[in-house]
């Protein structure tokens, strides 16, 4: 059974950092792509994210230049380092995984498995 657990989300000042993790079981996932996505109260799951089998990596424009997503295969954990965080990046943020290896994948609807999700707040 493939699981994603989250962790590294808490509460931040504007202008400072956080790193998400996201640590992958039930099977091997250096062949496929990894996303993050975050949901704000209110609004709809948006990307963030993805990075692909090759390290190809995506980010929405709201992030580029502030946060960076890498990934460790031998410990199948995703990382997503938040910088100069600002108060509307606050959301749950969510890992998840593609099942079909060897692809770039960025909308939501194409990753099969999804964590639990973890809490980021950056207060103004």
């Known amino acids: 059974q493939v699981q994603l657990v989250e962790s590294g989300g808490g509460v931040v000042q504007a202008g400072g950092s956080l790193r998400l993790s996201c640590a992958a079981s039930?099977?091997?996932?250096?062949?496929?792509?990894m996303g993050w996505f975050r949901q704000a109260p209110g609004k709809e799951r948006e990307f963030v994210s993805a990075?692909?089998?090759?390290?190809?990596?995506d980010y929405t424009d709201s992030v580029k230049g502030r946060f960076t997503i890498s990934r460790d295969n031998p410990r199948n954990t995703v990382y997503l380092q938040m910088n100069s965080l600002k108060p509307e990046d606050t959301a749950v943020y969510y890992c998840?995984?593609?099942?079909?290896?060897?692809?770039?994948?960025?909308?939501?609807?194409?990753?099969?498995?999804w964590g639990q999700g973890t809490q980021v707040t950056v207060s103004s």
């Open positions: 998840a995984a593609d099942k079909i290896p060897y692809r770039r994948v960025i909308v939501a609807g194409e990753y099969a498995y």
């Open positions: 990075i692909t089998f090759s390290d190809r990596t």
């Open positions: 039930g099977r091997t996932f250096s062949t496929y792509a």
